[in-house]
């Protein structure tokens, strides 16, 4: 099992930065991509971010493409997301995961989730 701990939401404003943090524990060898949901209150949750462990392989929601950046830290079996020029409407809780290849197939792991709010 994959355990993620987040670190580093809070309330920012508009225009203004925050980075967040997720260090996974546990079974972290099996771990293949990590990456960052977001859910707000009344919508579905959504993508906004993931990361290949392996290469520079990123993906990024349309709402966030030059304003967010992904990273990893292999070492540290991290993943970082730093979010710049940020709306009220990336208010949300935001999810850490991984996926992990098991004998059961792609496993996908969360953390607790970090709530950003943007005040306008």
């Known amino acids: 099992q994959v355990q993620l701990v987040e670190s580093g939401g809070g309330l920012v404003q508009?225009?203004?930065s925050l980075r967040l943090s997720c260090a996974a524990t546990g079974d972290t060898f099996s771990i293949f991509a990590m990456g960052w949901y977001r859910q707000a209150p009344g919508k579905q949750r959504?993508?906004?971010a993931a990361?290949?462990?392996?290469?520079?392989t990123t993906n990024y929601a349309d709402s966030v493409k030059g304003r967010f950046t992904?990273?990893?830290?292999n070492a540290k079996i991290s993943v970082y997301l730093q979010m710049n020029s940020l709306?009220?409407?990336?208010?949300a809780v935001y999810y850490c995961y991984a996926d992990s290849v098991t004998?059961?197939?792609t496993v996908k792991s969360w953390g607790q989730?970090?709530?950003?709010?943007?005040s306008s």
Do not use: C, F, N
């Not at 989730?113 to 943007?118: E, M």
């Open 51 to 56: 990361i290949i462990t392996s290469g520079d």
């Open 46 to 48: 959504e993508l906004v």
């Open 113 to 118: 989730g970090t709530q950003v709010t943007v």
């Open 87 to 91: 709306k009220p409407e990336d208010t």
């Open 103 to 105: 004998g059961r197939g």
């Open 70 to 73: 992904i990273s990893r830290d």
């Open 14 to 16: 508009a225009g203004g």
